[in-house]
């Protein structure tokens, strides 16, 4: 937990592919709260599923770092602007309440968003991810957090780093499937021997650490 904290403190834009049960994101809180201390950032924006805003994000708030507000943005649009646009230190929202309420978070000053289960963002062509790229300012810090990145296909990696690192990633999405996919048949494509390095070296910087 302390290398993850240490490493995320020290970079704008990082991914954190921690497996469960290491305490990733008591690490991750630790990081933003020395961030807010040294004045790098002010307000941190947590997206996660609606499954884990309160159990893991908001209690967690409260054990790792009881002196941070957080409020849990979910509900009505209304609820979720009064969250907001209130004074919390921390706000969590699940991945589709970004889009509705976009404009509340661009006027809400956040500095640092920590996307967990972060494979929500592999496909380049949702209206998910696009509204989240549309938030993304060359000056947001931006860690993405998940367990298992590409474990479906090594073509998933891509989404990921077009948010997070995008001057690693080709510009276009079929240049970068050829690069770790061989198509054998119209539909079927396999991943090609080079692709896990191919993939290692697109999603960095990175921590990880296994139980």
């Not at 640092?112 to 989240?132: F, P």
Request: proline share 4%; glycine share 6%; net charge positive.
């Amino acid at each position: 937990q302390r290398d993850t904290a240490s490493f995320l403190s020290i970079r704008r834009r990082a991914f954190c592919f921690n497996e469960a049960g290491t305490g990733k994101t008591s690490a991750t809180l630790w990081a933003a709260d020395y961030l807010r201390k040294i004045g790098a950032i002010n307000r941190v924006l947590v997206i996660c599923p609606v499954s884990i805003m309160y159990t893991a994000w908001q209690d967690e708030v409260f054990k790792s770092v009881m002196h941070l507000s957080c409020g849990v943005a979910h509900g009505d649009k209304n609820k979720r602007a009064k969250i907001m646009n209130g004074e919390y230190d921390i706000v969590v929202i699940n991945y589709d309440g970004v889009g509705i309420m976009h404009e509340h978070i661009t006027a809400g000053n956040f500095d640092l968003i920590i996307i967990d289960e972060a494979n929500a963002y592999k496909n380049v062509g949702t209206k998910r991810w696009k509204s989240m790229q549309a938030l993304l300012t060359p000056d947001t810090w931006l860690w993405m957090m998940t367990g298992t990145p590409a474990a479906q296909s090594p073509v998933d990696a891509y989404g990921l780093a077009k948010l997070c690192v995008p001057e690693r990633a080709p510009q276009l999405y079929g240049a970068f499937r050829d690069m770790v996919m061989t198509q054998l048949t119209r539909f079927k494509w396999v991943p090609k021997p080079q692709a896990e390095a191919t993939v290692h070296k697109l999603l960095q910087p990175a921590v990880r650490f296994t139980k």
